[in-house]
């Protein structure tokens, strides 16, 4: 049986369109494609630095009647499962960095305004593309425990500096899922 073909909507909930957010969202494009992904809540301004990774809304995801949606939640009580892809149309993911403990800011700025079912991935907290990385294998078909994960990884900047990432990584071929665009960024930076 063949999945029907969702959209992956990323609400863009950061104060500005930072670079790791750009990174983060053309690996998204890169996941499921330009024609499956929308963007949401993005400032005028911005919206032509994202128009070739997907389509791009400045309205918030909260003010659209979306038919089917699911809201991708760790507090959810439910874990996604391959099924779920035959009931939801829309994966919303908040476009956030998640905060080291987490503040719980998907409950606190998105699932409280949009009606529509929720699902975890996990308690764990992942980056925004990686979160859609693992939605979309289980939509193809793949169990949640059939996915390998690494939780944090320490990314070495020069000789003396290193810094370590607290988030959870799918693995892929035995390595942490990782933009290398996103390790250049984190290398450049001047201060952390």
């Keep these: 049986m063949e999945n029907k073909k969702q959209t992956y909507v990323i609400e863009h909930l950061e104060p500005k369109l930072f670079p790791w957010c750009l990174i983060e969202y053309k690996s998204i494009s890169k996941i499921v494609g330009k024609s499956n992904l929308w963007f949401t809540n993005i400032k005028q301004k911005d919206k ?8 791009v809304f400045t309205a918030s995801v909260k003010s659209m009647k979306l038919d089917s949606p699911c809201i991708l939640n760790p507090e959810a009580s439910q874990l996604l499962i391959p099924k ?6 829309y994966f919303i993911f908040g476009g956030i960095l998640g905060d ?6 998907t409950t606190e700025e998105l699932t409280k ?17 990686n979160a859609v990385y693992v939605v979309h294998e289980i939509a193809k ?5 059939w996915i390998k994960f690494k939780n944090k990884i ?12 607290p988030y959870y990584y799918p693995l892929i ?12 960024l984190l290398k450049n930076k001047k201060e952390f």
């Design 173 to 184: 071929k035995g390595n942490p899922r990782i933009s290398t665009e996103l390790i250049k």
């Design 113 to 129: 305004f949009v009606k529509g079912k929720q699902r975890h991935i996990g308690k764990q907290q992942f980056s925004t593309d």
């Design 154 to 165: 320490k990314i070495r900047i020069n000789d003396i500096e290193s810094i370590i990432l």
């Design 84 to 89: 779920d892809s035959d009931k939801f149309k």
């Design 141 to 145: 078909g793949k169990k949640m425990n």
């Design 100 to 105: 080291y403990p987490p503040r719980k800011r």
């Design 48 to 55: 032509s630095k994202l128009e070739k990774y997907g389509k």
